[in-house]
């Protein structure tokens, strides 16, 4: 039996529902084991639509970067709750020097702010993250899907199939 590569997802309370949903289901549809991984094994959480409920699988204490083949940081409240939590930003950190493929969504670029990763980076993000993305340093490119060296970068729901297809692309 092969172990399926495994998929590090990143989620706090209130993410965007869809942004969880259509781009795990993707990942699962292609072979990729999906984790979600939160502050503590077990946990609840809600989707800031009430469309899902998520588990946490593993505890960010108990994550290993080099155990996952892509980072995956869904959208909506989530980044800005995880990121006021140091171990997130330290796993970001971790994941990054790896040089193995990051995507955000939405407000997911928060938590790549937080570890000061952006600068002279391409990017995208929701529209008022975009601003705070420039602030420090980014190159921010209004788009459907920015993808720049090992980063995949959207903005919105409307943007997921772009977003699924350019992380599928990249992990192929």
């Not at 990051?102 to 002279?120: D, E, K, M, N, S």
């Not at 490119?141 to 772009?162: E, F, K, M």
């Amino acid at each position: 039996m092969t172990m399926k590569p495994k998929i590090a997802c990143l989620l706090g309370e209130d993410f965007e529902d869809s942004e969880l949903e259509l781009p795990r289901d993707r990942l699962i549809g292609a072979g990729f084991d999906v984790e979600v991984i939160g502050a503590r094994a077990g946990a609840e959480l809600r989707g800031k639509r009430g469309e899902v409920t998520e588990r946490v699988e593993k505890s960010i204490d108990s994550a290993n970067p080099e155990d996952y083949a892509a980072l995956f940081i869904p959208g909506g409240y989530s980044p800005d709750h995880i990121r006021a939590d140091r171990r997130f930003v330290d796993f970001v950190l971790r994941f990054e020097a790896l040089k193995r493929p990051v995507a955000a969504i939405c407000h997911g670029p928060q938590l790549l702010i937080t570890a000061g990763l952006v600068r002279g980076r391409r990017l995208t993000a929701w529209t008022t993250i975009q601003d705070d993305l420039r602030q420090v340093g980014a190159n921010v490119q209004d788009a459907p899907v920015v993808v720049d060296g090992n980063w995949i970068t959207s903005r919105q729901p409307s943007d997921l199939p772009a977003f699924s297809e350019a992380l599928l692309s990249t992990l192929r």
